[in-house]
């Protein structure tokens, strides 16, 4: 076990909003973690008591083994890329890059050594002089990791620095930063409110909502077996239904939703007879199909409905279809492969189809 | 659509819309470029009387003044600048006004940062509100009454000297001395440079101080390398403002220096209205406008005219 960073019921609040309530948190070192949640829950409280930029009201906070209540941000080793970059305008980029070392008083010889190293890194090469305006967006990105970077901090943590830059650029700054980052083996904490950035980028991801950590996992865990409805809902597209447990077991359920009983996947805690319960189910798990098609083998479940939405998305179309059978209740659905067949216009009828292990039962109400 | 419903649309918005239609054709489209130098004008006319003034003021700076008539004769000659080099009263004079820009420009800049910066920084709302409060309270108060103010409190019978000889202490000379211009020079200052200086430390996000102090610098590099860099700007144009001002200043050294430590502005007051001497007046106000034009122009020119937002253009 070589925890880089502990977090033990850490809460913090701001007068009466209570930003962090007793998070609990662990890093492997050379790990990349991923805290992804809606906007206001409490990431960047998080990430500035990581930094030493708030002291938690309490709990601890260990990095690298060591307690860090005491050590002001300035003694601690992190590197910091922040959402607005705050690149230093009155330096160059190697100027930049240089900061932290010269703060940090490595030897003065082997600065401009390390400021190469590290434009070259970030594949910035040459453009060392250049002032940040003098930068493109995607450049500025490059120069503020590379100075987060420059002095080999033990973490790195980055607080939503891709969100200001535009679809396409994006998705290529994750990659570059996952690179880097693998690159290196150094430890990451990131910050976002994009559940892809989250799946693609992380080793771990943390899915907070109200300053409660909701569920932390692998990118495969937190898809395949959310832990509530918040999580469920949050990472992927998905349709919510609402239903009452007319048979329960430890880990399927029969749920009456509508006129129709369904079975659904239980995460483990028995659910009482007649409680309420909410499922859900992502949007590429429904098979969407004539309405006089054979479900055949595939699926374990169908249903009727009428299609009354339909979004064009390039490489898929997303339909909405009203279920009479399920009590009204609107499906999100994904057909991946719209060329192959007919679309479907809307108000046609169509069958859904999906396997009762893609439909996940939560207790009514279980959003922390 | 306009026409079905223009039963309900308010009057006001009728209005307008006449009003726009009067304008069309008043003023035709054309003669739009001209709007932005119509606006300008009347800014244009007054810095153009002045520069007539300072004209009338230039030439009668090279007339000498005929003292058997008390006017200035009418051929031209640089008697008035000569008498300026060759009185020492007048170069003390100017040495002293100078010497004085100096130190208040300095001390006030000292002092109004680090009120200018904890009036932006502070997280007390409370606090904020107390530091607006004293910084627009002064402004209220007119130069020559608080140079009085200063009188009264530090004169010879005044309150920091009665305070002094009921404890047994000997009196002090607190007034009609350099220091107590200086002093009051300073007070006087203090709330311009901070209010010029407070825009600088608004622009500076605290994300750049901790982004510096996250990178290892602690609050003193931080500040040397990231804060006071990026208040630049800010810091040349308060000192700019407030040595000019003091430069120039008359009412504190005639009122709390009483006559013992006289500014440029003093003497060319004297020359005009005690020894009527416009000419001698004129050349010493040449002098005045000069020396501050030139030291302006050369803290611009070493500063960079970043400071006045022209070239800089951070993101
Ligand atoms: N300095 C502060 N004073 C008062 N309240 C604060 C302060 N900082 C944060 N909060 C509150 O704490 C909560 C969490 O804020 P935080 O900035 O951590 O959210 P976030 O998850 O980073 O959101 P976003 O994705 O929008 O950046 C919010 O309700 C916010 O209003
Ligand atoms: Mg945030």
Known sequence: ?368 | MQSRNSKNIPASWKLLDLAERLLVTIWPARLNKYVGWGFLLPALLLVGILLIGLGYIIEYSFHELDLATYRLKAEYSLTNYHTFINRPVYLHILGRTMLASIIVTIITLILAFPYAYMLVRTRSAMMRKFLLIALFLPFFIGQVVRAYGWLIILGKQGFVNSILTSIGLPELDLIYNFQAIVFGLIQYMLPFAILLIIPAITSISEDFELASEGLGANWVSTFRHVVLPMAKPGLVGSFVVVFTLTMTDFAMPEILGGGTSDFIANAIYDSFFQISNPGLGAALSVLLVAIGSIIVTAIFYFAGTGTLGIRQKTR
């Open chain 1, 1 to 368: 076990m070589d925890q880089m960073v502990e977090i033990v019921d850490v809460s913090k609040s701001f007068d009466k909003v209570r930003a962090v309530k007793s998070a609990n948190l662990s890093l492997q070192r050379g790990d990349f973690l991923t805290i992804v949640g809606p906007s206001g829950c409490g990431k960047t409280t998080l990430l500035r008591m990581i930094a030493g930029f708030d002291a938690p009201d309490t709990g601890k906070i260990r990095i690298n083994g060591r307690e860090v209540e005491n050590t002001p941000a300035h003694k601690r080793s992190i590197g910091m890329v922040f959402q607005k970059l705050a690149l230093f305008p009155h330096m160059s980029a190697a100027e930049n890059i240089a900061y932290p070392l010269k703060m940090r008083r490595f030897q003065f010889d082997t600065i401009p050594d390390l400021v190469e190293k590290y434009l070259h890194l970030v594949k910035l090469d040459g453009l060392g002089k250049r002032y940040p305006h003098e930068l493109s967006g995607g450049q500025q990105q490059r120069v503020a990791i590379a100075r987060a970077l420059s002095f080999s901090p033990d973490l790195l943590l980055l607080d939503e620095p891709l969100s200001a830059l535009d679809r396409k650029l994006r998705n290529e700054m994750q990659l570059e930063f996952r690179r880097i980052q693998q690159e290196l083996g150094v430890t990451t904490i990131n910050v976002t409110h994009d559940q892809r950035e989250a799946l693609i980028m992380s080793d771990q991801i943390v899915v907070m909502n109200e300053g409660i950590i909701q569920q932390a996992g692998t990118p495969v865990d937190m898809y395949r077996n959310p832990e509530n409805m918040f999580v469920a809902n949050f990472i992927g597209v998905t349709s919510m239904l609402k239903g009452v447990v007319c048979g329960s077991g430890k880990n399927s359920v029969s749920v009456k939703i509508g006129d129709a009983t369904v079975t659904a996947r239980a995460n483990g805690e028995e659910i009482a007879i007649d409680a309420a319960v909410d499922c859900a189910i992502r949007a590429e798990q429904i098979r969407i199909m004539d309405i006089d098609s054979n479900v055949g083998d595939d699926f374990d479940n169908a249903v009727d409905g009428i299609i009354k939405q339909r979004i064009f998305e390039g490489d898929r179309v997303l339909y909405a279809v009203q279920a009479d059978e399920l009590g009204g209740a609107m499906l999100h659905l994904f057909d991946h492969d719209p060329n192959s067949h007919n679309e479907y216009p809307i108000n046609q009828r169509v069958k859904l189809g999906w396997n009762s292990r893609d439909l996940f039962a939560f207790p009514a109400e279980t959003v922390k």
